[in-house]
């Protein structure tokens, strides 16, 4: 038996029933990487060690007869810009090349106490900024479906991990598609929770108001496992809520599907469309109503979210500044100013400095109100546009990316081509929503992603509407 190929529960049956041990799970996993990432370039980093010895400490608990949690033993791979105490957190930038975290963000603190298996820290577009996993500092992550391809981003080492067994499940974040983008691109599913509801203590800041951090996985019953478990209020985010959530079971008849009709636009790959509308019509089959809805200020979308999330970045990353962490450049530096920029120049990528300078642009006196103030007024706008619909139908569907994975190159060049690819996926971010990329079929023999988006806190809803398609095994 394949141990890698297993998914959380059958690790965990396995385990209790002392099948194989955790020792076995991690090591299995650990030749996956050493077989893999050479190419897929999935992990950044590898921590062998700590992982053995954590599933040593496992193995122990279940010889003694110990109730074990679910996720105990089970290997996992972090996106590197969640810290680890100890451990390396770059971020993928040049900037952090040599950061070691001093503290473990509460996620982790959270998945330790489960008992998880830590493989290692994956790579990255940098701070989390793109759609391709290509502004990484340290390398380009290739799809596991295609190597020619993108794996989507910027989680992109997470998905690629996942979706080439070498690892469980993963954390990604999620500003702007992070995590929905990569999963619909490697076929896993990712989920990007509501605002606030999970802990962003610990995970480096990119647009704090949009960062959301969520679990990728290979089913729909795991995401909503990793989920439970490092879901919760935190006293040291302040954002961050405690709600119970509802565990009704949702049954497919009478669901009421709204699907938005400015989700549907040219430009968008027809084949892509296909696989979205079959995978509407099953739902309809089982008897689910769909309604054809309006979300009008769609097309604010991406400019609201890159007048906001820069302004944010601009802001968050003014701490990188080459005196207080990572890499700093004092030779030939006359000044402390000069400090300053060599610093940031060299120890920051193109797409990075690209969005401080916007980001401050918009923030200076005199645009602020013309670019920022509005954008806030038309966020607004867009988060009524969803409650309105919400009133309406139970879920929305739409598709994750208009596009399947595209290759290596092909947008790197052109940052607004690149920014077009998050049109499906932003405003979700923008009403704090919860949505979650399902694998619903292929296109031109790849993956595509079904987004669910439901209202405020309805994550057990969005999974049971999820695990319908995976019943069906599409
Ligand atoms: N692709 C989007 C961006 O570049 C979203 C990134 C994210 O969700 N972290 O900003």
Redesign the pocket.
């Known amino acids: 038996m394949k141990l890698s190929k297993l998914d959380i529960n059958q690790l965990h049956q396995g385990l209790v029933k002392k099948e194989f041990s955790s020792q076995e799970i991690t090591k299995d996993f650990l030749e996956q990487i050493e077989k893999k990432n050479k190419e897929i370039f999935a992990y950044l980093s590898v921590h062998k060690e700590s992982a053995l010895a954590q599933a040593e400490k496992v193995d122990a608990l279940i010889a003694e007869k110990k109730e074990i949690p679910l996720l105990a033993g089970i290997p996992t791979a972090m996106k590197d810009i969640i810290m680890i105490e100890g451990e390396k957190c770059t971020a993928a930038s040049k900037i952090l090349a040599d950061y070691t975290a001093s503290f473990d963000a509460t996620v982790i603190k959270k998945l330790k106490e489960q008992g998880a298996v830590i493989l290692g820290k994956t790579n990255m ?1 940098e701070f ?4 391709s996993t290509e502004n990484s500092a340290f390398g380009i992550t290739r799809n596991p479906c295609d190597t020619e391809r993108v794996p989507g ?3 992109g080492g997470s998905a690629a991990a996942v979706a080439a067994d070498m690892c469980v499940y993963s954390l990604g ?7 929905r ?1 990569p999963a619909s691109f490697c076929g896993t599913v990712g989920l990007k929770p509501t605002y606030g509801r999970i802990s962003r203590y610990g995970l480096m800041a ?2 704090s108001s ?2 959301q951090i969520g679990p990728l996985t290979k089913t729909v019953a795991d995401a909503k496992i990793v989920y439970d478990a490092i879901k919760g209020k935190d006293p040291l985010d302040s954002t961050s809520v405690e709600v119970k959530d509802e565990d009704k079971k949702i049954s497919v008849k009478g669901l009421k599907i709204g699907v938005p009709k400015e989700y549907f636009v040219k430009g968008m790959d027809p084949e892509v469309e296909k696989v979205i509308r079959e995978t509407i019509k099953k739902y309809e089959q089982e008897g689910a109503i769909i309604e054809e809805i309006s979300l009008p200020s769609t097309s604010y979308a991406l400019p609201v ?2 007048i906001i ?1 820069t302004s944010e970045a601009s802001s968050n990353l003014a701490r990188y500044d080459g005196i207080k962490y990572g890499f700093s450049k004092t030779k030939d530096s006359k000044s402390l100013l000069d400090v300053y920029l060599q610093s940031r120049e060299e120890g920051m990528g193109e ?1 990075v400095r690209r ?1 401080i300078m916007l980001g401050t642009y918009v923030l200076s006196a005199g645009y602020y109100d013309a670019y920022y103030i509005k954008a806030q007024k038309l966020r607004n706008i867009i988060k009524r546009d969803f409650a309105q619909a919400f009133e309406k139908v139970d879920v929305i569907f739409t598709p994750v990316s208009p596009t399947v994975a595209f290759k290596i190159g092909d947008k790197i060049a052109d940052p607004l081509s ?2 077009l ?2 049109i499906y ?2 405003s979700v ?1 923008l009403a704090g929503l919860p949505a979650m990329s399902t694998p619903c079929g292929k296109a031109h023999n790849l993956p595509v992603g079904l987004q669910i988006i439901g209202p405020e806190f309805s994550e057990n809803k969005i999974f049971s509407v999820g695990q319908i398609l995976e019943n069906y095994g599409h």
């Open positions: 577009d989390a900024m793109g759609s981003g910027s989680s974040s999620d500003t702007g598609g992070s995590i983008l990119f647009a949009l960062d979210y890159y999330a797409e969005r690149m920014y690819g998050d996926t932003i971010n």
